[in-house]
C-alpha cells in the first residue's frame, strides 16, 4: 500500500507558477505509476498528467501540455507538478494518485485505473 499527500497549492495570478508535490509513504514507491488529476467545483475529475514508474515516460492533457512538467524523485518517493503560465481555468482541487504496476514505462490516463489518491490541495489562479 501507499499513502500520499499533496502539497503546494494556493493563490497566484494569471502567468504565475507553482509547484506541487505529492509526498508518498512506503517502500515499493517506484512500484507505482503516477498522475495527477484535478476538479473544478460542479465538474468531473479530469486528468492532467501522469507519470511511469521508471519516470522515463510522460503525458499530458491537452490543456496543459507546455505549461506543466511531472516529475518524480523515487529516492525521495515524491512527485512533483510544475506549473507555469498558469490560467483561471487551472483553478482546482488537485489530486495525485498511485497506481501498482509491474511495467515500468506505462502510464495511465483514466482515474478508475488509480486505486490510491491523496487528499487534494486546492489551486486558484484570478484573472
Known amino acids: 500500500q501507499v499513502q500520499l499527500g499533496e502539497s503546494g497549492g494556493g493563490l497566484v495570478q494569471t502567468g504565475g507558477s507553482l509547484r506541487l508535490s505529492c509526498a508518498a509513504s512506503g517502500r515499493t514507491f517506484s512500484s507505482y505509476a503516477m498522475a495527477w488529476f484535478r476538479q473544478a467545483p460542479g465538474k468531473e475529475r479530469e486528468f492532467v498528467a501522469a507519470i511511469s514508474r521508471s519516470g522515463g515516460n510522460t503525458y499530458y492533457a491537452d490543456s496543459v501540455k507546455g505549461r506543466f512538467t511531472m516529475s518524480r524523485d523515487n529516492a525521495k518517493i515524491t512527485v512533483h507538478l510544475q506549473m507555469n503560465s498558469l490560467k483561471p481555468e487551472d483553478t482546482a482541487v488537485y489530486y495525485c494518485?498511485?497506481?501498482?504496476?509491474?511495467?515500468?514505462?506505462?502510464?495511465?490516463?483514466?482515474?478508475?485505473?488509480?486505486?490510491?489518491w491523496g487528499q487534494g490541495t486546492q489551486v486558484t489562479v484570478s484573472s
Open positions: 494518485a498511485a497506481r501498482f504496476t509491474a511495467s515500468g514505462n506505462s502510464y495511465y490516463t483514466s482515474p478508475t485505473l488509480y486505486g490510491y
